[in-house]
């Protein structure tokens, strides 16, 4: 079964930077879309970012826009989040999946899903 990895997490200082990465194995996904999910203590899980393999779709949620990019690498089969500008409110547990539809990522549609990695950003 297809498996998504990530990494690049931890402790970050309110207005730094920080990269997440997501590496997928068990399968090859060049024609999945990937994207970016968090939930954050107390509150739902929801959609972050997205982009298409097979096009050049991106999607970003209003909380990020502006200060976020989502990236691959087809070579590693790895999607990247660089996040700039951090908030406290950006804490959270971040979750990398992979769907057939980019777009449909923003609904939180993915066959496939990480088990997270924690994202806690201090003031």
């Known amino acids: 079964q297809v498996q998504l990895v990530e990494s690049g997490g931890g402790l970050v200082q309110a207005g730094g930077s920080l990269r997440l990465s997501c590496a997928a194995s068990?399968?090859?996904?060049?024609?999945?879309?990937m994207g970016w999910f968090r939930q954050a203590p107390g509150k739902e899980r929801e959609f972050v970012a997205a982009?298409?393999?097979?096009?050049?779709?991106?999607y970003y949620s209003d909380s990020v826009k502006g200060r976020s990019t989502i990236s691959r690498d087809n070579a590693k089969n790895t999607v990247y989040l660089q996040l700039n500008s951090l908030k406290p409110e950006d804490t959270a547990i971040y979750y990398c999946?992979?769907?057939?539809?980019?777009?449909?990522?923003?609904?939180?549609?993915?066959?496939?899903w990480g088990q997270g990695i924690q994202v806690t950003v201090s003031s």
């Open positions: 999946a992979a769907g057939p539809v980019a777009g449909r990522l923003r609904t939180l549609e993915a066959n496939y």
């Open positions: 068990g399968r090859t996904l060049s024609t999945y879309a």
């Open positions: 982009i298409s393999w097979s096009g050049g779709s991106t």
